[in-house]
C-alpha cells in the first residue's frame, strides 16, 4: 500500500520554527512525482502552501510563506520536508502532504492536475 506520513507538526509561538516531514512508502517520491503541502483551516479550502518537483528540483510557493517557508527532499530517505520559520497565527492549521503525478509550475506556484496520494495530515498551531 501506498502512504504518505506526515510529521513535526506542534504548537509554537509565533516567530517559532518546526519543520516537517512526508515520508512516503510503497512509492518512491522521486520517480516523476511533485509532492505538495497543503493547509486547511476549518471552514476554508484546502490551500496549497509548497511544492516541490521530486525528480527535477524546481519548486512553488503561496505568496503568504514565500520567504518563510522551504521545501526540500531527501531522496535517499524517501521523504519531502518543509522548513516553516518566522510563523505567524495564521499558519495554524492541518497540514498535508500530499503526492501528484500530473503537476506543472508557473509564476512561482505550482498546480496539480490530479493528486494521487494523501498523508493524514500534521497540525499546526502557532499563538
Known amino acids: 500500500d501506498v502512504q504518505l506520513v506526515e510529521s513535526g507538526g506542534g504548537s509554537v509561538q509565533a516567530g517559532g520554527s518546526l519543520r516537517l516531514s512526508c515520508a512516503g512508502t510503497?512509492?518512491?517520491?522521486?520517480?516523476?512525482?511533485?509532492v505538495g503541502w497543503f493547509r486547511q483551516v476549518p471552514g476554508k479550502e484546502r490551500e496549497g502552501v509548497a511544492f516541490?518537483?521530486?525528480?527535477?528540483?524546481?519548486?512553488g510557493y503561496a505568496d503568504s510563506v514565500k520567504g518563510r517557508f522551504t521545501v526540500s527532499r531527501d531522496n535517499a530517505k524517501n521523504t519531502v520536508y518543509l522548513q516553516m520559520n518566522s510563523l505567524k497565527p495564521e499558519d495554524t492549521g492541518m497540514y498535508y502532504c500530499?503526492?501528484?503525478?500530473?503537476?506543472?509550475?508557473?509564476?512561482?506556484?505550482?498546480?496539480?492536475?490530479?493528486?494521487?496520494?494523501w498523508g493524514q495530515g500534521t497540525q499546526v498551531t502557532v499563538s
Open positions: 500530499a503526492a501528484s503525478s500530473g503537476c506543472y509550475c508557473s509564476g512561482g506556484y505550482c498546480y496539480f492536475r490530479l493528486t494521487n496520494y
Open positions: 516541490i518537483v521530486t525528480s527535477g528540483g524546481g519548486s
Open positions: 510503497g512509492i518512491h517520491l522521486s520517480s516523476a512525482f511533485c
